[in-house]
């Protein structure tokens, strides 16, 4: 097979190509581009789950970054276990093509316990007294060692949160490059997130975002001609563009004006107790999934629902059909935002009585999708919190705002203008109209030309 590496520039759409990446706009003239139609949903983990499978969610089972497990009675997100995804891998396939055949997967989502041959994805320590230190997690273990002796501690707070920069893109380019040198595997799969960060807190303003757009068009040179010299194919392609929003819709405050939603309170401070509401809302950017326990307020739920106008559909399972994304895992409703509009998890309506987590960085309590840890609400504040730790004090980083204006750019709607959509770049034109399960084909036809 054709040694292939597949480079995922997140949120990459003609949108920000242009004056600040001279090497993308020069190497896609060169080549050839082409706008794929958008997921749904149009996130991460179910993206990069159609491309590595060729199948929709309502086949691998990857109906958004998270969701709700019936069995826990518990919302979940950003699992890691490859084994979430119910369908064969491309890798998969490949081997019993080729015994020679190797893959590195570089960040890619649900990157633990898969059959890939190298692998590396974020996985920090949790500590007996609370702490969160950076790490990652690696197959074999000693990739891990190895990457890390010579590029230091994985960036783990740069990579999500307020902190999110280049340093964690440049550390995944760079242990891409690495793994490559040590085990030149067939197809590598990176994974860019620099784009992500600036693009949700900003929106497509290319002159607040230009210096983000130098650095990952920076990044994204030095690995192409690093392995064009290695002799391999490269594929350029983006899971989603982001587009402009100025309008949080909270649902889940809808839904307990309503007495839908039942809360837990603890500490004078509120939960969400899923498992215990008639119904209520998981939120992921500008996708949601509504899980109705009770189904005596189905009709209940789609009346409130119907008087939102900043819902663009909402998906019956019967609908959902149509879409692709009927599965056991998918909301008794899914639903998407119209355009300017996205989906918080808020659910309290006092801010006082927020959950603690809701002011940190905690991607996995949170019931929800919550972009707002991007930003936070004193660098004084978090000065003083990072001194407590530093001095060996317990401490919480509370610094997270609880204004969801605050975000100007999502995703993960289907209905959006061209210049938003997702991209793939590769030497051979393609001449149909591109769907996510495609992208697996153009990658096989890589691999196997």
């Known amino acids: 097979m054709h040694k292939t590496v597949v480079i995922d520039i997140v949120a990459l759409s003609a949108s920000v190509i242009g004056a600040h990446t001279p090497f993308l706009k020069q190497y896609i003239a060169e080549h050839h581009i082409t706008t794929i139609e958008p997921l749904l949903p149009a996130v991460t983990t179910a993206v990069q789950s159609s491309y590595l499978t060729g199948k929709y969610p309502s086949e691998n089972g990857i109906v958004g970054n998270g969701w709700y497990d019936h069995a826990d009675n ?58 969160k230190l950076p790490d990652c997690y690696s197959q074999p273990a000693e990739l891990r060692d190895h990457l890390q002796n010579k590029l230091g501690q994985f960036p783990l707070f740069q990579f999500w949160g307020p902190g999110a920069n280049i340093k964690s893109t440049r550390w995944i380019a760079d242990a891409s490059m690495e793994t490559e040198k040590l085990h030149n595997p067939t197809l590598t799969l990176i994974y860019l997130p620099h784009l992500d960060y600036c693009l949700q807190k900003f929106g497509p303003e290319l002159d607040k975002i230009s210096t983000e757009l130098k650095e990952i068009d920076q990044v994204v040179e030095e690995l192409v001609r690093f392995y064009e010299s290695r002799g391999a194919r490269i594929i350029l392609l983006s899971e989603y563009g982001i587009a402009p ?23 004078g401070l509120e939960l969400l107790d ?27 739920v789609k009346a409130l629902l119907k008087n939102v106008p900043e819902i663009e559909l909402v ?60 930003f936070m609400t004193s660098k004084l504040r978090a000065g003083y919190k990072l001194l407590r730790k530093k001095a060996g004090f317990r401490y919480v980083m509370d610094v997270i705002p609880l204004d969801a204006t605050l975000i100007k750019g999502s995703h993960g709607s289907i209905n959006v203008a061209d210049k938003f959509k997702p991209v793939l770049v590769t030497s051979k034109a393609i001449d149909k109209t591109l769907y996510a399960p495609d992208v697996y084909q153009v990658i096989w036809d890589s691999l196997a030309d």
């Not at 819709?249 to 603890?266: V, W």
């Open 274 to 300: 899923p498992g215990a509401s008639k119904a209520f809302v998981v939120a992921d950017h500008q996708v949601a999934h509504v899980y109705i326990n009770d189904k005596s307020v189905t009709e209940q």
């Open 74 to 131: 518990e919302i979940k997100f950003w699992k890691q276990s490859n084994k979430l995804v119910n369908a064969e891998k491309i890798w998969d396939q490949a081997k019993k093509e080729d015994p020679n055949f190797t893959c590195a997967n570089m960040f890619w989502w649900y990157n633990m316990y898969s059959t890939a041959d190298f692998s590396v994805t974020p996985r920090p320590n949790y500590l007996a007294d609370g702490r």
């Open 245 to 267: 929003v100025n309008n949080p819709i909270h649902l889940n405050r809808l839904f307990r004006e309503n007495g839908l939603i039942q809360i837990r309170e603890e500490r």
């Open 315 to 374: 998906l019956d399972k019967v609908e959902q059909e149509k879409h692709h994304i009927n599965h056991e895992r998918s909301g008794d409703l899914v639903l998407t935002a119209k355009e300017n509009s996205w989906f918080t998890y808020y659910f309290w309506l006092d801010d006082a009585k927020a959950p603690d987590y809701a002011r940190v960085v905690d991607i996995h309590k949170k019931p929800g999708y919550d972009p707002v840890e991007m």
